[in-house]
């Protein structure tokens, strides 16, 4: 995942690291507030995962009470793409966003990955705003 983003964006990403150190990890899976979704096989390797968030808006100025389930993190391993476990992730994280109520799920992706967003719009997502940069 961090090779794609540092192919898609070098002048943003660095090459040739992971995204997460094992500490970095280890914190993630700490925070019993975030939940995680993963794709393992019968000796517990990962295949995928999906890290959330669940964000809510109260008493704000302009925008109406509401709670969104964020995806924070959306990765299924390279080798083990195109066998539906992105969608079978994606289908836990669902149910799960309807057992807690939320009014949507959200998330950002870059530009540049493209199967990422033809992925996510099978799944039914749409655009719902863009971030745009000027580079100077």
Known sequence: MAELHHQGRPDIFKGNTKKYTEDELSEILKEADKPIFLAVDEDENVFGYVFCMVTSYKDHAVINDYHSLYIDDFCVDEGARGQNIGKKL??????????????????????????AI???EKCGFATQRRTMELIL
């Open 118 to 120: 033809r992925f996510y």
């Open 90 to 115: 994606f289908d836990a994280v669902k149910i799960y966003a309807k057992e807690v109520g939320v009014y949507n799920i959200d998330l950002n992706v870059w530009e540049f990955n493209e199967g």
